[in-house]
């Protein structure tokens, strides 16, 4: 077995984010559809004979304690009282704080590689389990296909979506997910829709909305300035935010050759960040891993 792995990790849009009610212990009931793209982060997991979790390059600005792919490695080696160590290299490609579920992901990524390397053997539900106590964008990349989601993230079923074209903007600022959850001014009663609905017509259209959004850009003006941008470059697309925010994507058309679309980038404000994805609808973090 080799002792050292490269995994994938990568983003994921939601095609639409509702929000169905609140539970007794301020968790947020969900409905969405999680769309892979295949924009991502790369996770390089090194087998140690010391029971030491180390950073290699630390992501700038994210304390150790906060960094999920040591969480992640220090819940697996806890929880399984793993005597091996990890050296972790994060190649970091994805914005932070964009509501693309990078930290999710890359966290996702170091449980799959190290059951893997640490010969484990855990199923996916048993990762899955470990995963949501990270965060509730975990256990859907660990999942490892698109889904329609719902809970609190947690209940997941698997769908299969059109590898359609996206252009995803990130105006540069986040939006902290605590505040926008909280703000008095989020609705938290979307009427239910059934995964047979959503399937009718999977893409975004006006039928699905991002309930977060409205008031995401309340405190993150960017959020609508991106909107703005993107209609402005695509006048039949229909914008929306990803997530919690700050990050906004749109169906390309499907009669736009890569050239064109690539071109539609090119005044972006240079403080932005943009990107040309595709949607895919494996995960591959999993193609790392022969055995699986």
């Known amino acids: 077995m080799t002792d050292t792995l490269t995994l994938l990790a990568p983003a994921k849009l939601n095609l639409f984010l509702h929000i169905i009610g609140r539970r007794k212990d301020g968790y947020h009931l969900l409905q969405s559809a999680f769309q892979l793209i295949d924009w ?29 792919v040591v969480r992640a490695a220090a819940l697996l080696q806890r929880e399984c009282n793993v005597a091996m160590g ?32 640490w010969n484990l053997g855990l199923s996916r539900p048993e990762l899955m389990a470990l995963g949501l106590q990270l965060g509730a964008d975990v ?46 001014e989020l609705t938290r009663d979307h009427a239910p829709i059934t995964i047979d609905r959503f399937l009718a017509s999977p893409l975004p259209h006006q039928a699905y909305i991002n309930d977060c959004q409205a008031v995401a850009m309340q405190i993150c003006p960017e959020v609508k300035d991106a909107i703005d941008w993107i209609t402005g470059a695509l006048p039949s697309a229909k914008p929306q935010m990803s997530g919690s925010g700050s990050s906004v994507f749109a169906a390309l058309p499907s009669q736009l ?3 064109s679309a690539a071109a539609l980038l090119q005044n972006l404000p240079r403080e932005w960040i943009g990107r040309i994805v595709r949607g895919i609808n494996k995960n591959p973090a999993y193609n790392s891993i022969s055995s699986d």
């Open 257 to 259: 050759d890569g050239a």
């Open 40 to 68: 991502c982060d790369s996770v390089t997991l090194c087998r140690t004979s010391s029971n030491r979790i180390t950073r290699i390059n630390p992501v700038p600005g994210i304390a150790e304690t906060d960094d999920l």
């Open 139 to 184: 256990p859907f990349f660990i999942h490892g296909s698109n889904a329609f989601v719902e809970g609190i993230g947690e209940v997941i079923q698997a769908v299969t979506l059109p590898e359609q074209g996206f252009i995803v903007i990130f105006p540069n600022r986040g939006i902290a997910t605590k505040a926008l959850f909280e703000h008095p």
């Open 86 to 117: 990890a050296e972790i290299t994060l190649n970091k490609v994805l914005p932070v704080g964009a509501g693309l579920g990078g930290g999710s992901s890359d966290a996702a990524s170091t449980l799959i590689g190290l059951n893997h390397l």
